[in-house]
């Protein structure tokens, strides 16, 4: 199957700075690559989709001004949590999808101190 | 709001038996349906998919849809040890170009 990567896996941050993370399609080109979050045993949360070359859609009760995503190329999106505090704390997922098939990253797991 | 209902479980299989997952979802136009597995700490994994009626087998693993009733399901065979996790069922909205993912269903296999 198709292979997306995230970078980092994990990060410390502290309390008011912003953190980026890397969504990457390693052997296809994807046009919406998706943004998810997921507190300890919880399900997954789509948080928004990222579309190449134009403005994310997010969902409701994201912050868009806090979750700053961008799609500049057909196989690299980012998700900056900006001002991040403890709350943001989570495992972040991105994925992508391939001839109608949705594939997920490994997941970048943030903590805010 | 096109939802996808799961029974949270835990459900607790012995070693060997056949696990059952099943799943409803309220979109009757949803056409494409899927299984993900999730171990604790990591990111969902692509099991299955199934967009037509009826079974579709895939090693230990079966998807069964019913899309008269809104029904999915997802059997494990000889279930291990190494099943155990929490099973994501999600269903494709395609007017809206994502997926809605259950809650997902713990499975614990006991030996």
């Known amino acids: 199957g198709a292979v997306v990567s995230q970078h980092p896996s994990w990060v410390i941050c502290k309390s008011g700075t912003s953190v980026k993370i890397e969504c990457r399609s390693l052997d296809f080109q994807a046009t919406t690559m998706f943004w998810y979050r997921q507190f300890p045993k919880q399900s997954l949360m789509l948080m928004a989709t990222?579309?190449?070359?134009?403005?994310?859609?997010?969902e409701q009760g994201v912050e868009k001004d806090k979750f700053l995503i961008n799609h500049a190329s057909l196989t690299l999106s980012t998700l900056t949590v900006t001002s991040a505090h403890p709350e943001d704390s989570s495992f972040y997922i991105c994925?992508?999808?391939?001839?109608?098939?949705?594939?997920f990253g490994p997941g970048t797991r943030l903590t805010v101190t | 709001q096109k939802e996808v209902e799961q029974n949270s479980g835990p459900l607790s299989v012995p070693e060997g038996a056949i696990a059952s997952l099943n799943c409803t979802y309220s979109?009757?136009?949803?056409?494409?349906f899927f299984w993900y597995r999730q171990y604790s700490g990591k990111s969902p994994e692509l099991i299955m998919f199934i967009y037509s009626n009826g079974d579709k087998e895939d090693g230990r693993f079966t998807a069964q849809l019913n899309k008269a009733s809104q029904y999915v399901s997802l059997l494990i065979r000889d279930s291990q040890p190494s099943d155990s996790a929490t099973y994501l069922c999600?269903?494709?909205?395609?007017?809206?170009?994502?997926?809605?993912f259950g809650s997902g269903t713990r499975l614990s296999i006991r030996p």
């Open positions: 990222s579309n190449e070359g134009s403005k994310a859609t997010y």
């Open positions: 994925s992508a999808t391939d001839r109608g098939e949705q594939y």
């Open positions: 979109d009757r136009g949803s056409q494409s």
């Open positions: 999600a269903v494709l909205d395609s007017s809206a170009s994502k997926i809605i």
